[in-house]
């Protein structure tokens, strides 16, 4: 049963939402609103207050680890894991088994807590499977941890975990990067073969550029999001971390495509973007790069887009030699490349307060979550103290951009994404794919010693082009070409909506001809 309101109830709510209630009308609207809520009593909230798993699932065998402090530092020395698990279908078998998987702790596996990398979600354990945990369990993968995160994942950097900041495998003492740090440093480890993160802004790609392994965010809705506790739905994309190619596709190739539960797929043909990546997965596309056109847009390199004249080279170098393996390079101009900026920033900080209040908003067709969002705003009644300063920030500002400007930055933003979205779609019937720097620089080194604006900022100081493919939800790729004083620098490829398969081969294309500048990816413990 629901709770009722009680006059004082009536009284804060009015005075809350400047409804001008008088005292002598109390009476009335609490008879009112209970009535209200005594309707809406045939509702079963009881997903929402259990932790057992469905019994409907698959039969798969789920572990949680408890390991001690040493041996959690001998196993995990990068902070990269937040809990260890051993979670594998039985019986399965597919293009996946014997892969170790990672699955970023925003996402569910039914059985094992979820937290979010935040002390707001301490004890909320998921009755049922993500989408692509289960795709992932089915292809016979086993799911050996859940992956550090930037609390509510809402920075770049790697350091505002409420388990700590997550190291580079590169460099322990530098930054992995976020907010699916944890995602990507775990490959690392040569116990993880995959790992699996979120990007709203550049948050799987980051990482990738830092870490030197191979980061992808798809086409928006190409891999769905059930499941996943994301920032806004218009720009949440899941994807997947690895070492090589062919790991990658067959990832891609397992949790791609149409669950029925997702509306954000309902518009995408998937008759070629399936069948291409299990080409590039087993080896039959066509690696010959002759005719393929690579665009080099102006305003995302060299001092336009604020990129470090060391990684602009080395950038430019390995863009180069996709022209050696036959492809042509092509000067392009996309200008909202550096306008998208003020938009993005709009959407991720409107997008997270709705997230936070109800577990991704209203107005959703989909399948929805309510023991997420029971979680979230109990969790946020209780302990919202414990939030990371930049995500404090940034809900004191949603909340005041709601109640002054009634949600019009969020309503511009959404208009200016249609704008950038038709700019890089008419750039991409010129040329094949875009490609320039995933990042300005490379991983800088943790400091727990800085100021509180200098920290946070630092963690968004590197995006001057991964936010563009979140507003417009083309495909991007970043791939670990490159190398600055010992530090990966990634090189992006950006494609065509539907068009994942297409990066995928080039990566593969380059793979054969020159391999990766991996950092230290598999060689750590």
Known sequence: MLDRMTPDDIRERSFQLNLGIREDEIDEYLALANTIIGVMDALDVSAGRTSTVD???????????????????????????????????????????????????????????????????????????????????????????????????????????????????????????????????????????????????????????????????????????????????????????????????????????????????????????????????????SLDLKGVRIGLPREAWGEAAGIDPRVDEQIRAAVGRFEALGAELVEVSTPWHARIGPAAFSMFVEGLLATVQGAGGLTWFGKMWPEAALALGRGLTTGATDLSANVKAALMVGTMLRERYFHVTYAEAMNQRRAAKAEIDAVLQTVDVLAMPTLSITAYPIDPSLGLNESIWRGWSMLPNTPIADMTGHPSLSLPTSKVDGLPCGTMLTGRTMGDHELLRLAAAYEAAHGWELGGAGQIG
């Not at 979670?87 to 925003?106: E, F, H, I, N």
């Not at 807590?113 to 979600?121: W, Y």
């Open 55 to 285: 019994p409907g699932q698959p039969d798969v065998v789920r572990t949680i680890e408890h390991v001690t402090d040493e041996e959690r530092a001998r196993r995990d020395p990068l902070n990269a894991i937040v809990r260890f698990t051993r979670v594998k279908q039985v019986g399965a078998s597919g293009p996946l088994a014997g892969k170790r998987v990672v699955v970023k702790d925003s996402f569910a596996v039914a059985g094992v807590p979820m937290t979010c990398g935040s002390r707001v979600l301490q004890g909320f354990v998921p009755t049922q499977d993500s989408t692509v945990a289960a795709r992932l369990l089915a292809a016979g993968a086993e799911i050996v941890g859940m992956a550090n995160m930037e609390n509510m994942a809402f920075s770049g950097g790697g350091e505002t975990s409420y388990y700590g900041p997550i190291g580079n495998p590169a460099d322990p003492t530098r930054v992995s990067g976020g907010s699916s740090g944890g995602s990507a440093a775990a490959l690392g480890y040569p116990w993880v073969d995959i790992g699996i993160g979120t990007d709203q802004g550049g948050s799987i790609r980051i990482p990738a550029s830092f870490c030197g392994v191979l980061g992808f965010k798809p086409t928006h809705g190409l891999v769905p999001y059930s499941g996943g506790i994301g920032l806004d739905r218009t720009i949440d994309h899941v994807g997947p971390f690895s070492r090589d190619v062919k790991t990658m596709a067959e990832t891609m190739a397992v949790v791609s495509g149409p669950d029925g539960d997702d509306p954000r797929q309902d518009a995408h043909d998937f008759s070629a973007v399936l069948p291409g990546l299990r080409a590039v997965a087993d080896g039959s596309a």
